[in-house]
T-cell receptor, first 115, second 114 residues
């Protein structure tokens, strides 16, 4: 596609349920990033993929959070046993090459609400 | 460790007035610095970036920013605000790990009054 695509755009779930968020990066972009945007918290880095490997998972807040990327393309962020504090907008970004000067292209995000 | 501080979570200006959004950074290595804009219900869009070339960087929509090493600042300016500039603005620094990971500030919401 022309841009980074994320689905679902909105997800409402009950506390304790598992959720999966999907990111389809720009074709050819090898680097992929997940961020979380919460009210008053700004953007928090979660995880970075280069190809299918994740050399930086330092931002994942707990072991309930995991992510994978297959075929060097689509990525899925999974949150198990969701808690109310997981409510946020989850943003995915991709970049042609990982590097300090690279531009990140962001999707519109998946808004997660945990009741 | 690297960090970014944006002074002022909300800035309000009149249409036609100068826009000044402040950003200070902390970095143990020469930084790459970015400004992104987020319009309501949209993803982030790159406004401009500093990558150690010219210290005055021009971006889209008439915005520019000046890198001042002595002040560890990268403030964003626009001479004349337009109603369409109302959005949230994020300053970011590229992490020293060379992964392209960005460390973002908390964001500044710009309101433009008619």
């Amino acid at each position: 596609g022309a841009g980074v695509s994320q689905s679902p755009s909105n997800k409402v779930t009950e506390k304790g349920k598992d959720v999966e968020l999907r990111c389809d990066p720009i074709s050819g972009h090898t680097a992929l990033y997940w961020y979380r945007q919460s009210l008053g918290q700004g953007l928090e880095f979660l995880i970075y993929f280069q190809g299918n490997s994740a050399p930086d998972k330092s931002g994942l807040p707990s072991d309930r959070f995991s992510a994978e990327r297959t075929g060097g393309s689509v990525s899925t962020l999974t949150i198990q046993r969701t808690q109310q504090e997981d409510s946020a907008v989850y943003l995915c970004a991709s970049s042609f090459l990982a590097g300090m000067a690279g531009e990140l292209f962001f999707g519109e995000g998946s808004r997660l609400t945990v009741l | 460790a690297q960090s970014v501080t944006q002074l002022g979570s909300h800035v309000s200006v009149s249409e036609g007035a100068l826009v000044l959004l402040r950003c200070n950074y902390s970095s143990s290595v020469p930084p790459y610095l970015f400004w992104y804009v987020q319009y309501p219900n949209q993803g982030l869009q790159l406004l401009l970036k500093y990558t150690s070339a010219a210290t005055l960087v021009k971006g889209i929509n008439g915005f520019e920013a000046e890198f001042k090493k002595s002040e560890t600042s990268f403030h964003l300016t626009k001479p004349s605000a337009h109603m369409s500039d109302a959005a949230e603005y994020f300053c970011a620094v590229s992490g020293s790990s060379n992964t392209g990971k960005l460390i973002f500030g908390q964001g500044t919401t710009l309101q433009v009054k008619p």
